[in-house]
């Protein structure tokens, strides 16, 4: 199946910094999403992104499906931006593979 | 979008038992999916549950622990049987209308003592 990975594996951030994160992915897809997983363990949609570039706020993401990676950038970091962010694409089928995540941790 | 109602949010339950947990949806959905994750990884799907016919298991899953149900269009139920310490989790559904994003429930924290 398809293979998904995630860089950094954690990251420190003081507050008010700038951060990218990176998803790799081993085939084409059809569907790519980054979900924040605040500490509760619910999953919150950011971006639904099989390509091209969004934004939302101090958030923003691009996909270059093409070469099989996509961006997570957050601007201006809050202690609130803390928590897990994951990485998960589909391709063909309609289940989505996860990546291992990004653990952020943003301290004042 | 879709809104997912989840139950129960959290429970801490004894080994041996076994603890169903529910996903309503408001709106009617071809697709829903159970994800597990245990604690300090990542998702992994359990099984494609479809109305009308019976769950598919993703390896490593069996019905017989992890029976499934999906009575109509709007709601879907796990089941987690005969537990041990083992089954300790975040248990998600998730549904996807078609080839568009995919929506999560706020998750079930079970713990097994």
């Known amino acids: 199946g398809i293979q998904v990975e995630q860089s950094p594996p954690d990251l420190i951030l003081q507050e008010g910094a700038n951060s990218t994160l990176r998803c790799n992915f081993s085939d084409s897809v059809n569907n790519l999403q980054w979900f924040h997983q605040n500490p509760w363990g619910q999953l919150i949609n950011l971006f639904y992104?099989?390509?091209g570039t969004k934004q939302n706020g101090r958030l923003s993401a691009t996909t270059v499906a093409t070469e099989r990676y996509s961006l997570l950038y957050i601007s201006s970091s809050q202690t609130t931006d803390s928590g897990v962010y994951f990485c998960a694409v589909g391709s063909g089928s309609y289940q989505l593979t996860f990546g291992k995540g990004t653990k952020l941790s943003v301290i004042p | 979008s879709a809104v997912i109602s989840q139950k129960p949010s959290r429970d801490i339950c004894q080994r041996g038992t076994s603890l169903t947990i529910q996903c309503q949806v408001d709106?009617?959905?071809?697709?829903m999916f159970w994800y597990r994750q245990q604690p300090g990884q990542s998702l992994t799907l359990i099984a494609t549950?479809?109305?009308?016919?019976?769950?598919?298991?993703e390896s490593g899953f069996v019905i017989d622990k992890f029976p499934i149900s999906r009575p109509n269009l709007t709601f879907s139920t796990l089941t987690v049987s005969n537990m041990s310490p083992e089954d300790s989790s975040i248990y998600l559904c998730?549904?996807?209308?078609?080839?568009?994003?995919?929506?999560f429930g706020q998750g079930t924290r079970l713990t097994v003592v």
């Open positions: 709106s009617q959905v071809t697709m």
């Open positions: 998730s549904v996807r209308q078609g080839d568009t994003e995919a929506f």
């Open positions: 992104i099989p390509s």
């Open positions: 549950a479809n109305q009308g016919s019976e769950a598919t298991y």
